[in-house]
């Protein structure tokens, strides 16, 4: 059985560490069916919020609601039913093959030391097929490449059967093929998906809506073709850009120029 697609808000979060602010009060989104990208410069306080939001960081001010329920009250088990996480890079395998760590997933669902049944054996091996890692599922996960290890992650993220998908950077290390593949994978599902993401053209090309993060803020937010703007880009990324329209998906294509170089 699926989990019910969950909404997300994010109000006016804020995260301050060792006397530094990181998150200035942000506000943020994601409904049942959307895409929703989190974009902007390293140090932006992209991978912050996102920890915020899945749990593994607690914010000092604001709240993420799940369903309008402050997630903060929620269990670990129970936050887990209802946000998978997907992270750039997990180690901690312990010798498990790339099945065992995707069947990982099923255990907010399951009694402690409760046995995979044939439910669950068939949900991994979809997932597997689904992200193209059935050829290396009984591989050991950490003698995997860097695109094969995301992909396990991004199927253990599917088994978990999630009312939100957090995803952070999910096709680093992964060929173009498989980038393409995966963010059109995360975009059918029902539950929302909210993704870091640094490619501008991928989260044009895949996302309803962006978020703009500079300075542990909300620099703009809106649809990618309201965003991001040659204007926007310069003040954000300190960028020189071309934006125009793709032919084929209709979506913002970004060039960035080279930066000038001084004269001589």
């Known amino acids: 059985m699926t989990a019910r697609p969950v909404e997300l ?8 560490i060792d006397g530094h602010t990181l998150l200035h009060g942000v506000d943020l989104t994601a409904r049942p069916g959307e895409t929703v990208g ?20 607690r914010p000092t001010g604001g709240r993420v609601l799940l369903d309008g329920a402050d997630a903060a009250a929620l269990g670990v088990k129970d ?46 091996a979809e997932a597997l097929d689904a992200v193209g890692a059935a050829a290396f599922a009984t591989r050991r996960f950490d003698e995997l490449s860097g695109g094969e290890r995301q992909r396990a992650l991004v199927a253990r ?3 978990q059967e999630p009312g939100l998908l957090a995803l952070d950077e999910p096709t ?11 963010l059109a994978l995360v975009r059918a599902l029902p539950a929302p998906g909210l993704l870091v ?18 300075g542990g803020r909300v620099a703009a937010s809106g649809t990618p073709g309201e965003v991001l703007t040659e204007e926007l880009l310069a003040q954000v990324y300190r960028v020189r850009t071309r934006v125009g329209i793709h032919p084929d998906t209709g979506a913002p294509n970004i060039v960035c120029l080279p930066v000038r ?4």
């Not at 993401?197 to 500079?214: E, K, Q």
């Open 79 to 124: 936050r887990a039913r209802r946000v998978a996480v997907v992270p750039q890079d997990a180690g901690g395998a312990f010798g498990l093959t790339a099945r065992e760590v995707v069947a990982m997933g099923r255990s907010p669902h399951k009694r402690f030391w409760e046995q995979d049944g044939p439910e669950d054996v068939r949900r991994v």
């Open 157 to 159: 993220a599917l088994v």
């Open 172 to 182: 680093n290390h992964l060929d173009v093929r498989h980038r393409l593949e995966v």
């Open 261 to 264: 170089s001084p004269p001589r």
């Open 197 to 214: 993401l640094h490619d501008l053209n991928l989260a044009a090309a895949f996302c309803d809506r962006l978020y703009v993060m500079s």
């Open 38 to 57: 989190v974009v902007g410069p390293n140090g932006g306080g992209k991978a912050t919020l996102l920890r915020c939001v899945y749990g593994t960081l």
């Open 9 to 16: 808000a994010v109000e006016g979060v804020r995260y301050d």
